[in-house]
């Protein structure tokens, strides 16, 4: 399904799986790690190629499953300086999702280690936004196999996030760190940017 319609990229003899992400700060690249989150990958590229059914989140109360780049003209919402990025939410408020979820994947060998890890985003055990910053700095709880579309790149090691947030590929550091300071809000979407940072859309390619 990942691949559908594009045989050259299921051929990874053709070289490294990669998504370019293309923003309105600029432009950057993340090699995905087919290899060792490969379901992750699988529905990501799923997603940002249009393959993957799924339920538009703008749409709440539609049950109709629908096929479309999910990421394009999205934005990331959810920005931390110092932290992360977060994006993937075509509602813009941290709680859409495409309908379903998807199992985490861990490898011990793939760590939270500095900027540039490209990792999912689970679902929040705390309802109040006034936690957030302690559920994401401090403890990483999270409810597992809960991810689904949102995703997140960090600019700083974060080891809580270890073993609770799947990572799936690895990116260029410096767009995301200049988003990543760019002026938020505190409501009422928190850590939302007030200047919108737009995914125009994001193209999956194989690079030697």
């Not at 992750?40 to 799923?46: C, D, L």
């Not at 919402?77 to 994947?105: C, K, L, N």
């Not at 890890?117 to 055990?125: D, E, G, K, Q, Y």
Request: proline share 8%.
């Amino acid at each position: 399904m990942a691949f559908e319609g594009a045989p050259e990229l299921a051929d990874d003899s053709q070289g490294t799986l990669t998504a370019v992400f293309h923003t309105s700060m600029g432009d950057f690249e993340c090699e995905l790690y087919e290899e060792q989150a490969p379901l992750t990958v699988a529905n990501f590229v799923g997603l940002v190629r249009g393959t993957r059914p799924h339920l538009d989140p703008r749409q709440r109360k539609s049950e109709e499953w629908v096929e479309g780049r999910y990421y394009d003209g999205t934005i990331f919402h959810r920005v931390i300086e110092g932290f992360m990025i977060q994006g993937g939410d075509p509602s813009a408020t941290g709680r859409g999702t495409p309908g379903y979820f998807i199992p985490d994947e861990f490898d011990p060998k793939l760590r939270h280690s500095g900027a540039g890890i490209l990792s999912m985003a689970n679902r929040n055990p705390f309802d109040r936004a006034t936690q957030k910053p302690i559920y994401d700095k401090q403890t990483g709880l999270t409810v597992g196999n809960t991810g689904s579309a949102q995703f997140f790149v960090t600019v700083n090691p974060a080891a809580p996030l270890n073993d609770r947030h799947t990572i799936f590929g690895r990116c260029d550091t410096k767009v995301p760190i200049e988003i990543s300071k760019v002026r938020t809000q505190s409501r009422p979407i928190p850590d939302k940017p007030f200047d919108d940072v737009t995914i125009s859309t994001i193209d999956i390619v194989r690079k030697k």
